[in-house]
């Protein structure tokens, strides 16, 4: 067994520790944290000299208290529930943070760890050891509230052991499983005495020498001052106190260096002479706390960044509607002043139209159960001379852990509404002016084809059969636009009267066929119902829905029209395409009005009405119309409609 000689006497390996109390009762003596012993009933039965420096208790006067009725009321059930665990297993330890009545009757935040103990027969206690917080507690607060509670760096160290003298191998076990790191370095080149299990937890379970120097030991520390550190405070005897130090370490033993935050204390140890004979290093690794508040710190300065922008709308509101603070924009939105939100009068639930209270309760009702509205909404606020405002809002909550206070974008939206207005008022416009001539065109083309099917004019007869077709197809996209415009206005009308499905979809199949050389409609199943509605309606849906099946399948010759029965009474009928697909992102879009898929390689003609017109007319029948589809791998179109069993003729 190995031996190194000290200032301090002999020190053998940790592993075969055998060093008399007196040596160690130094080291506790000479920490600047707290140590005690308490039964688990929580009497204090040992107390170390920093008690005093800590919670203003001198050691006589700790002992014999019992410390759970010292402990703040607030934080004794958390306390009493970290600790549970560990009065149940051997050797368990659990670090935590709560507030101690000190002596002055002051409550101060410590940090404090405890170790059960009871499994060793000399010391038969809990062991805790404890430090004040409070300064850190402040900042750390702040940090807490803003990133889930950022994983509290915890656990309590408040249990304590039943006796005052402390045996050998209980110390010994003591320093071993301390959470802090800890080691002990003797001699000016500060030669590694002794290290704890915590060390090499931090450097994947690697092995450090013994009697082997700081910078043998730790070669990736090299050029960032601790070393150096640890040459001061020998020489000087001053302690070094370090929070948040950054520290480029090796942990994996790759030789990358990866940043770790610490708070650091180098304590002087004296030997018998009051000479400094070593060094007593205990450090606290902090990097997940530093690391999240630096995120909290970004995210508040993007914020701010955004906010001072003045480019939308923003708010702080809760959920009642009271608007807290708001940007520049908003108030200019809406007309008020600073001074009427600092008087509170800017109440964004008054503000909202009766018209749109749903709309805003649906949108609350996802921001409490998500902690945020899925996607923007339209809405309107009264601006304050009592004018209406179009807006697109959205908006998150601020924190989980407090779900009434929220964030609100919003976007001034009332000259897009004014341009969609002027667009729909054009077409609606547009569309009726060009019917009467396109209708007149239409019937003189009619009369013109009649009087050269019997001449020997081939040639004239072509052209007016391909100015036939075009007016065909100018005559329904003006049918279309007016239909969307009645759609708009509310003014779409449907006949209620009952038809056959079956029949009107084979129809359809038939004369559809009868145009089309490049593709084989194919038609599936029966549905063997009768449907209460408009019959040539559906039917534009169907010739929509087949149409663009062959548009889109250039390369394919097949279409499949399938029809269903399902239990619940709802008829299905589906258009299957083996064409160029339709990606995902596009599935909740291609209904839109105007809306329409790009592709700059295989470009396709249309307007983007057809679909929504479709929907129109299967909601209005109280049906749904949807798409399933990936790209390059074909589209099926389906569309339901409630059968009516029993309809009177």
């Known amino acids: 067994m190995d031996i190194f000689k000290t200032d301090l006497g002999e020190i053998t390996p940790m592993d075969n520790f055998g060093r008399d109390e007196s040596f160690f009762r130094a080291l506790i003596e000479n920490s600047a944290d707290a140590i005690a012993l308490m039964s688990p009933e929580g009497l204090i039965t040992y107390a170390s000299p920093s008690t005093e420096n800590v919670i203003g208790y001198t050691s006589e006067e ?43 009757g002051e409550y101060r935040w410590l940090q404090g760890t405890a170790t059960n103990l009871l499994h060793y027969p000399a010391v038969h206690a809990i062991l805790g050891n404890f430090r004040d917080i409070s300064k850190q507690k402040q900042s750390t607060d702040l940090l807490l509230a803003s990133e889930e509670q950022a994983r509290i760096l915890l656990a309590r160290e408040q249990e304590a052991l039943r006796q005052a003298e402390v045996a050998q191998k209980h110390l010994n076990d003591l320093f071993v499983q301390a959470p802090a790191l800890i ?36 070669p990736d520390l090299e050029g960032q001052g601790f070393f150096e550190l640890l040459d001061r405070v020998y020489q000087t005897g001053v302690p070094y106190m370090g929070n948040e130090v950054l520290a480029m370490i090796d942990r994996a033993g790759t030789g990358i260096l990866e940043p770790g935050y610490f708070n650091i204390v180098y ?44 480019i939308v709308g923003v708010i702080f509101c809760d959920m009642e509607g009271h608007v807290n603070e708001a940007n520049d924009v908003f108030l200019q939105m809406v007309g008020y002043t600073r001074e009427d939100l600092q008087a509170g009068e800017i109440d964004w639930a008054r503000m909202t139209p009766p018209e749109y209270t749903e709309v805003d309760l649906q949108a609350l009702k996802a921001l409490r159960e998500k902690g945020a509205i899925p996607k923007p909404y339209e809405k309107a606020y009264y601006r304050k001379d009592g004018t209406l405002l179009s807006v697109v809002v959205t908006a998150a909550a601020l924190d989980e852990s407090n779900p009434n206070e929220c964030v609100a974008f919003i976007l001034d939206n009332s000259m897009q509404k004014e341009l969609d207005q002027r667009k729909d008022d054009f077409i609606s416009m547009a569309s009726h002016e060009l019917k009467t001539p396109v209708t007149s065109i239409k019937g003189f083309t009619q009369v013109l084809l009649k009087r050269f099917e019997k001449r020997d004019e081939p040639d004239i007869y072509r052209f007016l059969s391909i100015m036939d077709l075009q007016l065909n197809k100018l005559t329904k996209l003006i049918g279309d636009l007016l239909d969307i415009s009645k759609a708009q206005d509310g003014k779409l009308t449907m006949e209620q009267k009952p038809f056959e499905l079956d029949t009107l979809v084979a129809e359809i199949v038939e004369q559809m066929q009868a145009t089309t050389a490049t593709h084989n409609i194919k038609l599936e199943g029966k549905t063997n119902t009768t449907i209460l509605g408009d019959r040539d309606r559906i039917g534009q849906v169907i010739v929509n829905l087949v149409t663009n099946a062959i548009k889109y399948s250039p390369r394919a010759s097949t279409i499949v029209v399938r029809m269903l029965h399902r239990e619940d009474q709802i008829a299905v009928v589906q258009v299957q395409d083996s064409g160029i697909g339709i990606d995902p992102i596009h599935h909740s879009k291609i209904f839109n009005q105007f809306y329409r898929v790009t592709n700059p390689d295989e ?27 990936t790209k390059g791998e074909g589209s099926t179109f389906t569309f339901s409609l409630p059968i009516v069993p029993d309809v009177l003729p």
């Open 267 to 310: 304590q002087p140890a004296n030997d018998a002479r009051g000479k400094v004979s070593g060094i007593i290093v205990h450090a606290m690794e902090v990097t997940e706390q530093v690391l999240a508040r630096q995120r909290i710190q970004n995210n508040e300065a993007r914020l701010r960044r955004l906010i001072d922008a003045n």
């Open 603 to 629: 470009p396709y003609p249309g307007l983007g009405i057809g679909l929504y017109l479709s929907r129109q007319i299967i909601e209005r029948h109280a049906g749904k119309l949807w798409v399933e589809s």
């Open 183 to 218: 080691s002990i370095l003797t001699g000016p080149e500060h030669r590694l005495a002794l290290i704890n299990d915590s060390f090499r937890w931090l450097y994947g379970n690697r092995e450090f020498t013994l009697g082997k120097t700081v910078r043998e030991n730790w």
């Open 62 to 104: 700790f002992m014999g208290q019992n410390g759970f009725t010292l402990i703040h009321p607030d934080d004794l059930d958390a306390v009493q529930a970290a600790l549970a665990p560990v009065l149940k297993t051997a050797g368990l330890s659990a670090t935590f943070e709560y507030r101690f009545r000190q002596k002055n």
